[in-house]
């Protein structure tokens, strides 16, 4: 399924701040959302340009790319909002002859390390206890996925 995604500005700022606030329990502000948008090596997309589903910011240097966040509205989840956005920056990312893309994960998210396992990424390292969970803390899983790869949208069988 593909959803409706925009490039992501400035303007965009108040709803990543709301869909971010859903969807974590360390909630940045609508200044941090403003403070990364302004930088010239940060890109974000929305999906859902009349009704914003979800969003992903990244972040680019050299030929490397890190997710920065990527958060969905619980109304939207399990519609396939992520997967688009991540196949669209996935897109973006190859045509910018970037080699590599990193991301983290709460390991307790078994959506989303089943998401990015299904297109490619693989686990590149952890850090213990870096995520505010629930229950407490949760690790982070390190994943990384070569670009380069990326051929369309059967990528994600990979």
């Given at each position: 399924m593909t959803?409706?995604?925009?490039q992501?500005?400035?303007?965009?700022a108040?709803?990543m701040e709301?869909?971010?606030?859903?969807?974590?329990?360390?909630?940045?502000s609508?200044?941090?959302?403003?403070?990364?948008?302004?930088?010239s090596n940060?890109?974000?997309w929305?999906?859902?340009?009349?009704?914003?589903?979800?969003?992903?910011?990244i972040?680019?240097?050299?030929?490397?790319?890190?997710?920065?966040?990527?958060a969905?509205?619980?109304?939207?989840?399990?519609?396939?909002?992520?997967?688009?956005l991540?196949?669209?920056v996935?897109?973006?990312l190859?045509?910018?002859?970037?080699?590599?893309?990193?991301?983290?994960?709460?390991?307790?998210?078994?959506?989303?390390?089943?998401l990015y396992q299904s297109?490619?990424?693989?686990?590149?390292?952890?850090?213990?206890?870096y995520?505010?969970s629930?229950?407490?803390?949760?690790?982070?899983?390190?994943m990384?996925?070569?670009v380069?790869?990326?051929?369309?949208i059967?990528?994600?069988?990979?």
């Open positions: 959803h409706d995604i925009v992501a500005g400035i303007a965009h108040g709803v709301a869909l971010h606030r859903d969807s974590f329990e360390a909630r940045w609508k200044q941090s959302f403003l403070d990364l948008l302004a930088q940060v890109n974000g929305i999906a859902g340009s009349t009704a914003p589903m979800g969003f992903v910011l972040r680019t240097a050299a030929d490397e790319a890190e997710v920065l966040t990527l969905v509205g619980m109304p939207y989840r399990r519609q396939g909002v992520a997967q688009s991540i196949l669209c996935l897109k973006w190859k045509e910018s002859a970037v080699e590599f893309w990193h991301l983290e994960v709460a390991d307790d998210n078994d959506a989303a390390i089943a297109l490619g990424f693989s686990e590149s390292g952890r850090r213990a206890k995520y505010l629930p229950n407490g803390h949760a690790d982070a899983i390190l990384t996925k070569q380069s790869n990326f051929s369309s059967s990528d994600r069988t990979r």
